[in-house]
């Protein structure tokens, strides 16, 4: 841990704290957006995945309104070219749900709709770049599907539309995929899968968030569950890269994005929570320790979970401009996975943006700001201008997390903004920050403020040692002039050679 002091001169005074908008992009550029047509209701643009060809060529793989779109975003990524189409089931869904995953080289696509080739749709992706990839036989032991995810072990578990809630089938042959199995009536309510290391997390809506022993397919167990307190809709789920702690979602407005501990599943915690402007999240997928959350009409949102207990927001981008309301509107999915910090990002209306992700790690600042009498002020907000976001004082104290690197607040006493200042902020560190207001500043050694640095103020640090007088906080930061923290003989000394230099 940090300790600074900074000195501000008080030089701005205006009448009203000023109005801003709700969103502010940063961290996330914009590299290009690619539009598709929509339906009348001006929905049709669903999720969002990726994948890398052999020669490192990257493809981002996007759901619209009549199939699937694989489209090059690397050889010109401010003008992605569309290489294949795949049609799919276009029917009879309002949202148009699609969702993807990939295995080696396989592509496998799930919807909600009805048509022509309904089941799990199967794509040989191998023959990218030279070639258009080949759309292979259908899967078709089931036929709608919300959501699908595939183990490193090869299974993919199908969130089944009807029937057993999850269907199980072996990627052995990933040109053909076989029936394995099923959740049977585990895992009741089902909307999303995730699994690692032989467990499964499963969202299962109205039912909480459910944790299962995968590791024999013959023969499931529960093995804990959780259980929101004021539980909105259990939507998603993705494990952290220590895998100690479960980040969730609940697609209901007004629930926060949760990190809970689960390293003992007898004794799972929430640790943190977080929740954008419009207060309805839709999906998490978790890359080192950045979350990157579909956002519905507040875009793109990246959260830093370094410390579980104080998640920051890092970058954000509005992917949805129209307004920052609730409702189903906007960011549908993210995909951060490439290996040139691209993040691609689908949004409902607005199609598919490539954005460029600058990993700003989080940091905190704490302390308090003392006005120009050396007396600390109470129940102030700091609002950023980075992100917009405002930090409330509890009592005379304030605790921010902020990405890295020096950015600008401003200090709001009584809805008035005081002050502009800078705070500096250092990754995965915590820095003591106190701040103090000074309407004519202060000349270093001047400990009596009499902007003279003479034997006064000699005389003025001795009362202070020697306890002759009680110095007011502002004072004392002054008269530590060597800053170790501690008023003593050696600022005696460096206040003499200061003296000797004038």
Known sequence: MKKIIINIFLTLLFSSALIFPQVQNYNLNLVSNIEFENDANNFGVSDVWGYTDETGVEYAIVGYRFGTSIIDVSTDPSNPIEVYNIPGPSSYDYYYHRDYKTYGDYLYIVNEMFGDDTGMQVVDLSPLPYSAPIKLETYSSIEQSHNLWIDPDGLVFIEHYS??????????????????????????????????????????????????????????????????????????????????????????????????????????????????????????????????????????????????????????????????????????????????????????????????????????????????????????????????????????????????????????????????????????????????????????GDINQDQLVDILDVVFLVNIILGQYSPTAFESVIANINGDLSVNVQDIILLVNIILLF
């Open 163 to 444: 029937g057993d809630n999850i269907q199980i089938a072996d990627l052995s042959s990933p040109s053909e995929p076989s029936y394995l199995g099923s959740f049977g009536s585990l895992a009741p309510g089902c909307h999303d899968i995730y699994s690692a290391n032989g467990i499964a997390y499963i969202s299962e809506g109205n039912n909480g968030f459910g944790i299962y022993d995968i590791s024999n397919i013959g023969s499931i167990i529960q093995l804990a569950e959780i259980i929101p307190p004021s539980s909105g809709y259990a939507h998603n789920a993705w494990l952290s890269l220590d895998g100690n702690h479960l980040v969730t979602t609940e697609e209901t407005q007004g629930k926060t994005v949760k990190v809970w501990d689960i390293s003992d599943f007898e004794n799972i915690n929430l640790k943190g929570e977080y929740l954008g402007e419009n207060g309805l999240a839709h999906n998490v997928h978790v890359m080192g320790n950045f979350v990157y959350i579909s956002h519905y009409t507040t875009g793109l949102k990246v959260v830093d979970i370094y410390d579980p207990q104080n998640p920051v927001e890092v970058a954000a981008f509005d992917t949805y401009p129209q307004n920052d309301n609730g409702g189903f509107y906007g960011c549908w999915g993210a995909f951060p996975f490439t290996s040139n910090n691209f993040v691609y990002a689908s949004d409902m209306q607005n199609g598919l943006f490539i954005l460029e992700h600058n990993q700003k790690r989080a940091g905190w600042n704490y302390g308090k700001i003392y006005d120009y009498s050396g007396q600390p002020i109470f129940n102030y907000t700091l609002r950023s201008i980075t992100n917009l976001k405002e930090y409330n004082a509890n009592g005379e104290d304030y605790f921010i997390g902020h990405p890295e690197g020096s950015h600008q607040f401003e200090l709001i006493l009584n809805d008035e903004v005081l002050e502009e200042l800078i705070l500096e902020f250092v990754g995965y560190e915590t820095i003591e920050t106190n701040i103090y207001l000074n309407d004519e500043g202060f000349i270093e």
